[in-house]
């Protein structure tokens, strides 16, 4: 697993930074694809209050992430992300062995491909109405069900995602009733 840690406008005593190394790669545990993690670090508002986001990417592209900003310095912020990634990978694992042998069919036929940096811009200050955030995205090839999983892990609306029967680019979105929708491409 690959660690990188990004201090963003602020600087990363190696104390600090050898003790996130310590504790995210412990994640290897409790799933063993992880092929990167990114933990990202900033201090938020006027009380330049501690933030931690930590991103976990799997062989099959499959997304984590968790962010903590309630703690007053940056060890117990890293402690609370980890733990709550642990606790969120621990889930995950157990919802897909009871999907049983239909995700190991679509984990087959994917290939290991090399991660593309997201490119992501950002400006606060345009006017409504411009595109302020770029991502690529992977397309992986999962059932409904995985593509669900996803979405809820990311805390996203929507999630677009190939379908593993039909190799189609497929939308799934959350319905304002609770339900979900899906939206299949006609190529």
Do not use: C, W
Not at 14 to 25: A, G, M
Not at 153 to 162: I, K, P, R, S
């Amino acid at each position: 697993m690959e660690i990188k840690v990004h201090a963003i406008d602020m600087g990363l005593s190696p104390r600090l930074e050898e003790y996130i190394n310590r504790k995210v790669d412990r994640l290897d545990k409790y799933l063993s694809n992880i092929i990167e993690a990114n933990l990202e670090l900033h201090k938020e508002g006027r009380s330049e209050q501690p933030v931690a986001q930590l991103t976990i990417r799997d062989v099959r592209g499959t997304i984590f992430r968790v962010e903590e900003k309630k703690q007053t310095d940056f060890f117990a912020t890293v402690d609370v992300v980890v733990d709550r990634m642990q606790r969120q990978l621990s889930r995950y694992k157990k919802k897909k062995s009871r999907r049983g042998t239909r995700v190991a069919r679509v984990e087959a036929e994917v290939e290991m491909l090399p991660l593309e940096e997201l490119e992501i811009f950002e400006d606060e200050e345009e006017p409504e109405g411009k595109i302020l955030r770029r991502k690529e995205i992977l397309l992986t090839p999962m059932y409904e069900e995985e593509a669900v999983d996803q979405m809820e892990l990311l805390g996203h609306d929507f999630f677009v995602y190939q379908d593993g029967d039909s190799g189609k680019v497929s939308v799934l979105y959350k319905r304002r009733d609770g339900n979900y929708g899906l939206i299949v491409t006609d190529k």
